[in-house]
């Protein structure tokens, strides 16, 4: 986002279980090494108006102070663009016959279990788009 390396921004992530609980016990070395001004961890966070989005797999993360709507807007759909991508070469692996019948079954599982991760991770990038009004 070209920001100034002295530029502290807020942080909120949304995100629950084992990963929530780390960084509420890490926030003060999580803010003093990612430079933040503050973060907030949570479930239930809401997101906070023009944010920047980062969605990973059991997470979203919202930064603010930095917001330019049609960059983000840019950035989201190219994310949406990579993710999808995955999507279909995952998918297409699972439609090979040959690939499911001679693959040992913990690789066509895991595989299943990237698919659906992956298409969790397409569904939150089309809710921020949406809420960007993209």
């Known amino acids: 986002h070209?920001?100034?390396?002295?530029?502290?921004?807020?942080?909120v992530v949304r995100a629950a279980g084992r990963?929530?609980?780390?960084?509420?016990?890490?926030?003060?070395?999580v803010v003093h090494l990612a430079g933040l001004a503050s973060l907030r961890v949570g479930a239930d966070v809401q997101k906070p108006a023009a944010a920047v989005?980062?969605?990973?797999?059991?997470?979203?993360?919202?930064?603010t102070g930095l917001v330019d709507p049609a960059k983000e807007r840019e950035r989201l759909t190219a994310q949406r663009?990579?993710?999808?991508?995955?999507?279909?070469?995952?998918?297409a692996k699972l439609a090979n016959?040959?690939?499911?019948?001679?693959?040992?079954a913990e690789v066509v599982a895991k595989e299943r279990r990237r698919l659906a991760d992956l298409s969790?991770?397409?569904?939150?990038?089309?809710a921020n788009l949406k809420a960007l009004g993209g």
Do not use: C, N, T
């Open 120 to 126: 969790a991770q397409i569904a939150q990038v089309d």
């Open 53 to 63: 989005v980062q969605v990973l797999s059991g997470a979203e993360i919202y930064l």
């Open 81 to 91: 663009s990579k993710l999808a991508d995955e999507s279909r070469k995952i998918e």
């Open 97 to 104: 016959p040959g690939f499911v019948e001679r693959a040992p």
């Open 19 to 29: 990963g929530a609980d780390v960084l509420r016990r890490m926030e003060p070395v």
């Open 2 to 11: 070209g920001l100034p390396p002295g530029k502290k921004l807020d942080a």
